[in-house]
């Protein structure tokens, strides 16, 4: 019969239920390893009314109990895998909880492979040296050891050309950035065009020293002298092309260069 105990402080009254001590139930087909979909786990209990959770180490997974001429029987909810490692049973009744170590593992694996590169982005202009990661895990994140290890790496020489590439190829997460270089020239053209009355001057096609075209949004600084001013004006380079308009003037020269970072293109002059 269950007892209930008053305590009784001033100003306060707290009731406390006296619940009777069970004995710990015991795991018939007990393994220090639980393979999960499995078989049902087998509990001799004198008492029924159990209730079972399963503590992973990521968060609880709630069991199912049967309870049946002083067997308990405990199965799981779902027929899933589970990630692994170390976890325990518990059963509880009351203000009675009672723990049963396992470790944890599937019963199948379905390996999936993930390739990581470090860094994401190289640019030819420092290094184009990479580092390769690759293992194996299945659908619940469990990693497997392989043929040898649980990782595999290496350092990869990566090719100049400039693009956007994949480790594998239906996963876009494992994108990688090969970016253009610098460029190492400047072309520098010019032509008149009558309908403006101006000039145009051309600069491009720019190239890094691998021949990849120069980012888009590159600024190229084009100066300018008549022999007594100099201006200076800057445009983003598109395709590898940056523009300049300058008004002609009859009997006026001008003198131009463009420059971007380090490159500086030859002076070329300009006359009606």
Not at 2 to 12: D, M, Q, T
Not at 91 to 117: A, D, I, M, Q, W
Not at 195 to 209: C, H, I, M, Q, S
Not at 238 to 245: C, E, F, N, V, W
Request: charged content about 20%; aromatic content about 12%; some cysteine.
């Amino acid at each position: 019969m269950r007892k209930i105990v008053l305590y009784i402080i001033p100003g306060l009254l707290i009731a406390a239920c006296n619940n009777k001590k069970l004995d710990k139930p015991v795991w018939v087909n007990q393994s220090d390893t639980l393979s999960l979909p499995g078989k049902a786990l087998l509990f001799s209990a004198k008492e029924k009314n159990w209730k079972a959770v399963l503590q992973t180490m990521t968060h609880p997974v709630p069991l199912i109990t049967i309870y049946k001429s002083g067997k308990l029987l405990v199965t799981t909810e779902n027929n899933s895998g589970i990630t692994g490692g170390p976890a325990q049973i518990c059963l509880f009744r009351g203000t009675n909880y009672f723990f049963y170590p396992v470790y944890l593992e599937n019963s199948s694996f379905h390996p999936l492979t993930k390739e990581y590169r470090s860094p994401k982005t190289v640019n030819p202009d420092s290094s184009l040296l990479q580092q390769r990661i690759v293992y194996t895990i299945d659908e619940h994140r469990n990693i497997s050891a392989g043929k040898k290890d649980y990782f595999f790496e290496e350092e990869i020489q990566l090719a100049p050309k400039a693009g956007i590439y994949r480790a594998i190829k239906d996963e876009p997460l494992t994108a990688y950035y090969v970016q253009e270089g610098s460029c190492t020239g400047i072309p520098l053209q010019s032509g008149f065009l009558k309908e403006e009355n101006a000039y145009r001057v051309t600069a491009g096609p720019l190239k890094d020293k691998y021949g990849n075209t120069v980012a888009n949004g590159t600024l190229v600084a084009f100066n300018y002298s008549d022999g007594k001013y100099v201006w200076r004006t800057e445009a983003a380079l598109q395709d590898g092309y940056a523009y300049l308009l300058i008004p002609a003037e009859r009997d006026k020269k001008y003198s131009v260069n463009a420059k971007v970072n380090e490159a500086i293109s030859k002076t070329i002059q300009l006359n009606l």
